[in-house]
């Protein structure tokens, strides 16, 4: 079994919350729009670290991070974009390597609107964690905490924490 933290959105703001939040937690995800590398240095120090960056992230963040990571965790594929859409209505950059190639977990940003939804045209899980910075018009910033144990998804958990 794997606990994973997951956040999106930062834009460069940093909560020692983060690690308070993150300290069960065996890896932390982040799903774009980090804003600094000193955020992903901190992260990255806490625990075995995995991202991608956002359409506001520019240079240090795109050289050393990719706009899609596709990997396994357990027994589960997981695919993570920023700009990804949710069921239904995917992004246009995303939606053939979707239906082509479904994972059991897809995992975007972007819309600083926080969404966990199964999608049973193709039986995967999507997970937006929302917004952990304060950059937007978001009123709650969000944390997604959650346990991937074999193929399966467990104990999901949504931190909310005041702007």
């Known amino acids: 079994m794997t606990r994973i933290g997951l956040l999106s959105d930062t834009h460069g703001f940093w909560d020692d919350k983060y690690l308070k939040h993150f300290e069960e937690c065996d890896e ?22 995995q991202a991608v ?4 992230d520019g240079g240090d963040l795109r050289r050393f991070y990719s706009e899609k990571l596709r990997w396994k965790c357990e027994d589960a594929e997981i695919l993570m974009t920023h700009i990804g859409g949710y069921p ?32 049973p045209v193709l039986n ?3 997970i937006n964690p929302g917004a952990a910075g304060l950059m937007g018009w978001h009123k709650v910033r ?22």
Not at 28 to 49: C, N, Q, Y
Not at 108 to 117: A, D, E, R, T, Y
Request: charged fraction near 30%; aromatic fraction near 14%; include cysteine.
């Open 88 to 119: 239904g209505k995917y992004d246009f950059k995303i939606r053939k390597q979707l239906y082509e190639n479904p994972p059991q977990l897809f995992i975007s940003g972007h819309s600083h609107i926080l969404k966990v939804q199964f999608d």
């Open 53 to 56: 960056f956002g359409n506001c």
């Open 142 to 163: 969000t944390l997604v905490r959650f346990t991937i144990d074999k193929k399966e998804f467990k104990d999901l958990e949504i931190i909310e924490m005041p702007r």
């Open 28 to 49: 932390i995800w982040h799903a774009g729009d980090i804003g600094t590398m000193e955020v992903a240095h901190k992260l990255s120090e806490f625990r075995p670290f």
């Open 124 to 126: 995967l899980l999507h």
